[in-house]
Antibody, heavy 122, light 110 residues
């Protein structure tokens, strides 16, 4: 069974930094692209960014709203993806989900974690 | 990259069919057959319903189907059930190798 477990959320002051983790199990993590998607309270889903597998050179891409502030990385030896968030703004407050990038199902977000809450507030 | 356009809400009675539209541009929905749809119940993570415009993952009901014409994709749910009441989101691959979501549609089963 595919499992994704996010951790690392919490309360951070504006301008601060935080690193989220996504621990994966139940599938060949090294063979899957990984995405981060966020959702502010009562709002819709927003794609944050992705990192491809080693086969695609660990390429990253980001939404314009986070580019230059957020960095996605991965550790295939520990089956974990990361989202490093710097220069945080109040508008970054959201539940952050990690998802697989079409591991079994085309160009989709086929498996999701339960999410971790980031609150940016003074 | 602007969000894809979905109706804010749709409704239907049990047993009826509903269709949710998702309108983008030639840079996303119209340019690729890489539209996917997600169902989200309150307080839960989204669940994949449709991938690559028309395909259902294993375990998703046959009552759910997807299609696309030009820059607009559609999700149809037939034989509406109370459990279908949820928020629905479309997503597309884009020319920038990024992804974009629609604003979401709240489905109410009357």
């Amino acid at each position: 069974e595919v499992q994704l477990v996010e951790s690392g959320g919490g309360l951070v002051q504006p301008g601060g930094s935080l690193k989220l983790s996504c621990a994966a199990s139940g599938f060949t993590f090294s063979g899957s692209g990984m995405h981060w998607v966020r959702q502010a309270s009562g709002k819709g889903l927003e794609w944050v960014g992705r990192i491809t597998s080693k086969a695609s050179s660990y390429a990253t891409a980001y939404a314009a709203s986070v580019k230059g502030r957020f960095t996605i990385s991965r550790d295939d030896s520990n089956n974990t993806a990361y989202l490093q968030m710097n220069s945080l703004k109040t508008e970054d407050t959201a539940v952050y989900y990690c998802t697989t990038g079409g591991y079994n199902y085309g160009y989709s977000f086929d498996y999701w974690g339960q999410g971790t809450l980031l609150t940016v507030s003074s | 990259q602007s969000a894809l356009t979905q109706p804010a809400s749709v409704s239907g009675s049990p047993g009826q069919s509903i269709t949710i539209s998702c309108t983008g541009t030639s840079s996303d929905v119209g340019g690729y057959n890489y539209v996917s749809w997600y169902q989200q119940h309150p307080g839960k993570a989204p669940k994949l319903l449709i991938y690559d415009v028309t395909n259902r993952p294993s375990g998703v009901s046959y009552r759910v189907s997807g299609s696309k014409s030009g820059n607009t994709a559609s999700l149809t749910i037939s034989g509406l059930q109370a459990a279908d009441e949820a928020d629905y989101y479309c997503s597309s691959y884009t020319t920038s190798s990024t992804r974009v979501f629609g604003g979401g549609t709240k489905l109410t089963v009357l």
